[in-house]
């Protein structure tokens, strides 16, 4: 039997070309800033620790075409996001409902 140590670990790609590069990145589209922000909103609502939820910084999860990335394991579903609203809706829906957040999800 597995047991996980975490019941969802959600990773925000952080990762940054540069300016010039050819491809877009997901820090050049604030992706440090509102992992930042999803942080502090999980441990807010009580849902950070062991056999809880973590978000944690990735590097490329190369899907940048597709506007900045997290992916939530262990179901392996991937979103992009623009704004904070985004995010709550990412915690409030998948997080803490377990319903995916359809309007968000990145195409596998």
């Known amino acids: 039997m597995t047991r996980q140590y975490y019941q969802r670990h959600v990773f925000f790609c952080t990762n940054d070309r540069g300016a010039g590069a050819e491809r877009p990145s997901c820090?050049?589209?604030?992706?440090?800033a509102l992992r930042d922000y999803a942080k502090a909103r999980v441990k807010e609502l009580d849902l950070a620790g062991?056999?809880?939820v973590r978000i944690n910084t990735s590097g490329c999860l190369d899907r940048c075409e597709q506007g900045p990335a997290i992916v939530v394991y262990p179901e392996g579903t991937w979103y992009t996001?623009?704004?904070e609203d985004d995010i709550d809706e990412i915690i409030d829906q998948h997080l803490v409902e377990g319903?995916?957040?359809?309007?968000?999800?990145?195409d596998p």
């Open 99 to 106: 319903r995916v957040v359809e309007r968000l999800l990145i």
């Open 81 to 83: 996001y623009i704004d």
């Open 27 to 32: 820090n050049q589209c604030g992706s440090v």
């Open 50 to 52: 062991p056999g809880k």
